[in-house]
C-alpha cells in the first residue's frame, strides 16, 4: 500500500480520486496532498459556471462521483429539490455544489479516521519519477512521496495557427471562454461576434452572451457546420442486440467495417442514440484494439461525427440554440479558418468555406475560440508537463491526445511503465478515448485505488 500519495490536479477528476482514496477502509492512516491549483477544490474548469444556462450532457441519475453509488448526484439533488428526476438535465453549477459538498465530507471523515491530508492551493512545478517514489518540486521546496497521480484536466488552449500576435494582444481574440463568461455584463451595443466551433463549449458560450448581449449577432464556424445531436426527453432502452453489435466490432478492428457495422444496427432500431449509447462500456477495449493507422483514420475521417453523436445536448439547450437562429441572431457557416489580423475596426478573419475556391474575409468585434478539449502535451505551456516532457519522463500520445499510459494509468516512458507515477482523466484519451466524463472518470478512480491501497 502506498501510504502517502500526491493528486495534482482540483477538478473533478482529483476530488473523485480523493474522496475514493477516503472512502476506503485500509489498515494504516494515509498521508494524501492533494495540489488544487488555487481554483475551488472539485469544481475545476467543468464545473466551475455559476450560469443557469449551462446543464449537463448527462441525465442526473447517472452523474454520481463514486462507482459504488452511480445515482449519488441524484440522490443528493432530491434531498433539496424532491421533484427532481432522475432523467433531467441539470445545471453544471448544481453539480459543481455536489462535489465541493462530497469533497467536504471526505475531508471531514478524514480528519476522524486520522489520515492526513493538505489541500495545497498550489501548481506542482516539476516531479521527478523514480522507481521507489516520486519527488515533486514546488518553489524551492520539495517534497518525497510514494505515489503521484496527474488529474490534470483539460489543458490551456493554443492559439489556432494563423491568429496573429497583434490579434491576440488586443484582447478582442479570446482563447479561453470560461473567465470571459464568469465576468460578462449585460450590454445592448450590437456586438458582432465570432465563434469557432461548433461543440458544447460553443454552445454555452453562444447562449450565455446571447443572453447578456440582447442585440449582438454571432457567426458560428466549424469544418462541417453541424450541432452537437440532442438527446431525446425521455431515457430510452438499451438497443438489445448489443453483444452481437461488439463482438462483431470486436472481430473486425477496421474503421470502415465498424461503419458499416453501425449503420447496419442503426437500420434495425428506432432510435440511433441506443446504439451508440450501447457502445459506452465497451469504447476503451475497442480503441485499444485499433492499429495506430486505423486511429489515424478515425480522427481524420470519422472522429466529428462521433462527437456529434456521443456529446449530446440537453433538448432544452437545442431548442434555445434553434431559437437564436430563428430569430436570425445566430448564423452557422461550414470552412476552414486561414487567419485573423487586427484591423482599426476590430479583427478580421480569412475563410474558405466548404467547396470553395475563394477566401472570404468577415469583420468582428470579438472572436472565440472554442474548439474543445486540449490535451495535445507537445504544444502545452503547462510548467509540469512541460518539465516532464523536457525530461523525457513522459512521453505524447502520437496523435496528440494526451500521454503515453497503459490502461489502468501508469504512465510510460521509452516504452516502460512508471511503476509509481499515474494519470486519471482527459490526459489518458489516447489510451482509453473516452476518459473525460464522469462515469469513465469515476471507475478509473476505483481502479486506481485498488492498486494505490493494494498490499
Do not use: C
Not at 40 to 61: D, M
Not at 163 to 182: E, F, I, M, N, Q
Not at 383 to 401: A, E, K, V, W, Y
Amino acid at each position: 500500500m502506498f501510504r502517502r500519495v500526491a493528486i495534482i490536479g482540483g477538478g473533478a477528476a482529483g476530488a473523485t480520486l480523493l474522496s475514493e482514496l477516503l472512502e476506503r477502509p485500509v489498515s494504516q492512516p494515509l498521508h494524501l496532498d492533494w495540489y488544487t491549483g488555487g481554483s475551488v477544490p472539485g469544481r475545476g474548469v467543468a464545473y466551475g459556471t455559476r450560469s443557469p444556462l449551462h446543464l449537463l450532457n448527462v441525465r442526473a441519475a447517472s452523474m454520481g462521483m463514486f462507482a459504488s453509488r452511480p445515482g449519488g448526484f441524484l440522490e443528493y439533488m432530491q434531498k433539496i429539490d424532491p421533484s427532481i428526476s432522475g432523467t433531467d438535465f441539470l445545471p453544471r453549477s448544481w453539480y459543481g455544489d455536489y462535489l465541493e459538498a462530497e469533497t467536504a465530507t471526505a475531508l471531514v471523515r478524514a480528519r476522524d479516521k486520522g489520515h492526513d491530508v493538505r489541500v495545497v492551493p498550489y501548481e506542482v512545478e516539476a516531479a521527478v519519477p523514480e522507481n521507489d517514489g516520486v519527488t515533486l518540486f514546488q518553489g524551492e521546496s520539495q517534497t518525497r512521496v510514494d505515489a503521484a497521480v496527474l488529474a490534470l484536466g483539460a489543458l490551456e488552449p493554443r492559439p489556432l495557427s494563423g491568429v496573429t500576435d497583434d490579434a491576440l494582444a488586443s484582447g478582442r481574440y479570446v482563447l479561453k471562454p470560461w473567465p470571459l463568461l464568469a465576468d460578462v455584463k449585460p450590454d445592448t451595443q450590437a456586438h458582432n461576434v465570432i465563434v469557432i466551433g461548433l461543440g458544447l463549449t460553443a454552445v454555452d458560450v453562444l447562449l450565455e452572451l446571447a443572453s447578456k448581449w440582447p442585440n449582438a449577432r454571432f457567426t458560428a464556424i466549424s469544418r462541417h457546420g453541424l450541432l452537437p445531436e440532442v438527446h431525446k426527453a425521455n431515457a430510452a432502452l438499451p438497443f438489445e442486440d448489443s453483444e452481437e453489435l461488439v463482438e462483431a466490432m470486436h472481430d473486425a478492428p477496421d474503421i470502415r467495417t465498424w461503419t458499416h457495422l453501425l449503420s447496419d444496427a442503426i437500420s434495425r432500431t428506432d432510435d440511433w442514440r441506443r446504439v451508440i449509447d450501447s457502445l459506452r462500456p465497451h469504447t476503451a477495449m475497442l480503441w485499444g484494439q485499433l492499429s495506430q493507422a486505423e486511429r489515424s483514420r478515425f480522427l481524420r475521417h470519422t472522429r466529428w461525427a462521433w462527437e456529434r453523436a456521443r456529446h449530446r445536448m440537453a433538448p432544452q439547450i437545442s431548442e434555445s440554440v434553434r431559437a437564436l437562429e430563428r430569430d436570425g441572431r445566430l448564423h452557422r457557416l461550414r470552412g476552414h479558418m486561414h487567419g485573423v489580423s487586427l484591423t482599426d475596426n476590430g479583427l478580421q478573419m480569412t475563410l474558405l468555406p466548404k467547396g470553395d475556391a475563394t477566401e472570404v474575409t468577415l469583420d468582428a468585434d470579438l472572436i472565440i475560440q472554442s474548439t474543445g478539449l486540449e490535451t495535445d502535451v507537445r504544444r502545452t505551456q503547462h510548467t509540469l508537463l512541460q518539465q516532464l516532457m523536457t525530461n523525457g519522463h513522459i512521453r505524447s500520445d502520437p496523435f496528440g491526445l494526451g500521454v503515453e499510459a497503459t490502461t489502468d494509468g501508469h504512465l510510460l516512458h521509452d516504452g516502460k511503465a512508471w511503476p509509481r507515477l499515474f494519470a486519471i482523466g482527459s490526459l489518458l484519451r489516447g489510451t482509453l478515448w473516452e476518459s473525460t466524463a464522469m462515469p469513465e472518470i469515476r471507475q478509473q478512480a476505483r481502479q486506481l485505488t485498488d492498486q494505490l491501497l493494494a498490499d
